[in-house]
């Protein structure tokens, strides 16, 4: 079974910076897309940024600049920093690969990560 696991959510002041991690376990034959999506209250998760399993990463237009994205293969680790931190980007966090799994071509979620920027 392929588990993910975020950390790294909390309070944060506009304007400061929070990392948040992704780690993924379990019998995974290859790891390609590492990405992270957010969903505020009341509204449809969205893409925050994506990377390849060759370092290739997209960002969505509002957090181009603040976030970076990026991965450690050997720990099979996914990083989200965020700097410049606004209270719009208050949002629950979730962590999403796509991966090959016993054979097969699978696309997993993390349960999320909670972070709160406000005063």
């Known amino acids: 079974q392929v588990q993910l696991v975020e950390s790294g959510g909390g309070l944060v002041q506009p304007g400061g910076s929070l990392r948040v991690s992704c780690v993924v376990s379990g019998r995974i034959s290859s790891l390609n897309t590492m990405g992270w999506y957010r969903q505020a209250p009341g509204k449809q998760r969205e893409l925050v940024a994506t990377?390849?399993?060759?370092?290739?990463?997209n960002y969505a237009e509002y957090v181009k600049g603040r976030f970076t994205i990026s991965r450690d293969n050997d720990k099979n680790t996914a990083y989200l920093q965020m700097n410049s931190l606004k209270p719009e980007d208050t949002a629950v966090y979730y962590c999403?690969?796509?991966?090959?799994?016993?054979?097969?071509?699978?696309?997993?979620w993390g349960q999320g990560t909670l972070v709160t920027v406000s005063p």
């Open positions: 999403h690969i796509s991966a090959r799994i016993l054979l097969r071509d699978l696309e997993v």
């Open positions: 990377i390849s399993s060759g370092g290739n990463t």
